[in-house]
């Protein structure tokens, strides 16, 4: 004890910091040991494992009664184990037996198996022989594991609505993106832990945990239906109306549900990659165009509701109609419409009177309108379970003017997507009750059993029935009648509306670009389908709804309601238009009027006499030929042969003019070509056999269908 | 003043013994795997710690009995022959891990800075017990020992061992302490050093880059935050009674050094809490009884060399854990009597062995 006070508590003091350092390295092993324990061990293992993935099975999508649209087949990929491969020593003649079976660049594969990593991809869904090729080389460090390619069997077909998954299983468009979750599943994997060089640890963690499949789609597509509907966007593609893009979608009015949604230019999913992503979305859903004369629909559906106008109330159309300083015409400008009662007009798809409604309606009642337009779904996406839904344009409710109102009512100025528009139909087709298009039906899991169905919903009552019925009316006039008579199907009542929109492009609207449509439903008395037809900017004339879209329409329409067994009808005003019996024309040249009258109405057709006497001497069509039940047969009298009276010929083409005159003993003096109508000697005029009896033939004149 | 000697310090003999018990068994558990697969030895580096703790027992035994007394006269010779390895190492040296370290040839080969340390405690107790009074004199008490520690430092700093220089830095603070310097002056010194410390980082850019990493470690995780990381993460894995041992991941080619600079780490992780807890407190032991010893000690230099041997198995020791868990950045220094390694191993017993020497002859 030789040291002094002073050093003794420097001694203590520097004790008692070694100490306190010493501690603080206790605590802060409790901290990391105690605190953060879980957390670091959690790293820890995460750090020192690796995952070889195994890929669940996508679910199947399926049409509504259950064919398959996209299904999984089973695949292979190349994985590698870099560290292994390393160790092996091996690695460039790993590189070059791969590269070659797989038909890649052996530098391309070297780098994947020598990279810094435990686990890398070499190829993915690779073909059964050259998977099977590789696992037999058993090579060191490379792994051949099973996983799954999508494959649609239909190719194209609802290619917009399917979309498709990638490589790693992951939707990336349509029901495979929306549904993704479900389809998906839950990958698996093969858990090794392996040391920092990449070996794995003997006796350590290795698990497989197994892959969850995931569930089925089914939709409410029908392939049937589908199938028409593509068929006939692939016919007008074809042609030489060539239009930029083309949609048909079909939906079960009662329902909401998509039973068809097809588009050109499609593309195949199972090899998406080779088209431009531009034609992988929906444009049915996505992408909004002024609907045109279509939307007149909707301005009726809002007038009759509130009782702004009823069927019978008289128009007048001057070809134009002017509001404010703007002019807006008829589609038959320079001609006009004249006097029409509102039918007539809808029936006519005339411009002003529905302007003229239009600006009615929000001079009375303002604002319903645009609420009219909202409640049908305008404005708003449909919430139909597909990404990527356009929500269209309308514009601001305070900035508009009485020009923007009475446009809108003829459907310009406003912007919408097939989707809406036809979903907005369907509630006129389904008593006014605005349904929620979807298009998945049900949801099934691996083994097939209903996990989750999809009912219809309801959104709100837009009209009431009685109005519903009403426009239906009108709509069927469109069709029987009207601007749509193109779109006529003899057996089925069908209502419907035309649209020729001017497209808009930068500064207004494009010279000779149109949208021709055309939207109905049927059978009218009980709707079950609604469908719409959309040809973009068609190529040459004419480009109106009436001429191109309702013939795409119709035929459609028809085949579809066909398909689903829609029984036939007849309208009771209407019973000509039965599908005819066909019957064999009956000679009755020579005989006696009262005979041939009836033998021929005994056939079932009908007889029209021309000219006087009792004796047949001609008749058209000839006998033999084959014609639908109750056509009418014209039979050419004569009473004395020497003094034969002029017939009238007016209708027939040049040889059957040429036949009957003949039979009178006179001859033809033809000029022009097509249907008689114009004679000299004017029929019933007495001549001598063997005049000459001008007549003048016209080509009929193609018969032009407005907007 | 001389007495007879009397008999060894238990608690130093104890927690020595335990501590050089834990440092085999763990060099074997955090090496075998890895030196049987690299080397085809599984026992490689148990052998060899066995050899060098053999080494260092004889060492030890030897001092023990070596009256320390007679220290006092070789501190300024053996300093000087240090000084001469030092000034050897770097130029013949041979290197590993970047750095110059070692001198010899293959498994003869020995670290000079290991010597240096021991011989700079001896002879700055030797020195300030004869001193001491002229200490509160900064230039011609405190000024010579400064001076001396900045060229040795400098030495060891050359290699590069930034580890070594901050033990011996701050070991001759701690003594300069213990022999009374004046406050202001050991104030100011501590701001210095913390200011060469700074300088040291900045100068060098790897340095610079491991203090950086021992900042935010996550964000360097695959480069200088690497080390730490792992080590971090072997500790954590360790929980309260470890994963078991030899039962640890870690040592898989994840904690680098690992049977050296990262015992600590993998003594964490198979042991737990409990296991590393044991280690500082047997540290904690040895510091006390080694403090004990400088108290009783019947001379000054007996007393400042008890005490300086203690500050420098302290010193490495806190250093070295401090970097095992994360509180200070990444410097190569050994956890003293545990690690694996011939020089440190050997010069850390033949100190102990010092220090039980002195504790035979210190009073009651």
Redesign the interface.
Known sequence: ???NI???K??????F???A??????L???W???V??A???E???N??LNVMPVAAQRGVIYDRNRHELAISIASDYIGAFPQEIKDSGRAEEIAATIGSILDIPAKDVLEKITRNTGFEFIERQVEFEKAQKIKNLKLPGIEVVPENRRYYPNGPLAAQVLGFAGVDNQGLEGIEAMYDKQLSGEPGKIVI?F???G?E?PR?THRYIPPQNGNSIVLTIDQTIQYIAERELEKIVNSPTDPLKANIIIMDSKTGEILAMASRPAFDPNNFGKYPSSVWGNPLVRDVYEPGSCFKIITTAAALEEGIVSPNDSFYCPGYIKVGPDTINCWVSPMSHGSETFAEAVKNSCNPVFAKVALKLEEEKPGKFYDYIKAFGFGHPTGIDLTGEGTGLLIPEQQLKPINIATIGIGQGIAVTPLQLVTAVSAVANGGRLMRPHLVKEVLDEDGNVIKKIKPTEIRQVISPATAQKVAELLENVVSKGTGRNAYIPGYRVGGKTGTAQKAGPGGYMDGKYVASFVGFAPVNNPRIVCLVTIDEPKGYPYYGGTLAAPVFKRVVSDVLHYLKVPVQYDENKKDEQPPKPVTVPEVVGRELSSAKAEIEKLGLKVRFEGQGDKVIAQIPKSGAVVPAGTKIILYLQSNPNKPRVPDVSGLRVTEAAQVLEAYGLTLEPQGTGQAAEQNPVPGTIVSPGNKVRIKFYETAREVLGP | ?RRRAGTLDFWIVLSTSVLLGMGIIMVFSASALTSS?NLGDAFFYLKRQLIWAFLGLIGMSFMLKFDYHYLKRLAAPVLGISIILLLLVLIIGISSHGSARWLGVGSLSFQPSEVIKLAMVIFLAASLADNRHRLKNFIQGLGPYLALMVVVCALILAQPDLGTSVAVAGTTY?ML????ADRRHLFMLALAGVGAVVLAIILAPYRMARFTAFLDPWAYAQGYGYQTI?S?????????FGTGLGQG??K???VPEKHTDFIFAIL?EEL??IG??LV??F??VL??RG?NT???????FG?FLA?GL??ML??Q??IN??VV???LPVTGITLPLVSYGGSSLIFSLVGIGILLNISRYA?S
């Not at chain 1, 420097?10 to 004790?15: H, I, K, S």
């Not at chain 2, 302490?177 to 009374?180: C, D, E, I």
């Not at chain 2, 400088?294 to 000054?300: C, S």
């Open positions: 004890m030789v040291i002073n050093a003794r420097r001694l203590v003091f520097v004790f910091l070694l100490a350092g010493l501690t603080t390295v206790i802060r092993l409790a990391l040991q105690f953060r324990g957390e670091l061990q790293k820890a293992l750090n020192r832990e040391d920092a060089l070996h640890i350590a | 003043m697969y701690l302490t213990v022999a009374g792992q971090l993460l072997a500790i954590g894995s360790g929980g309260l991941r870690q898989l080619y994840y964490s737990g809490f590393a807890a500082v407190i540290f904690l510091v006390w403090f400088a108290f009783k000690a019947p001379d000054t007393s005490a203690t500050i302290a010193i020791a806190l854990m401090g868990t994360g509180m009073g």
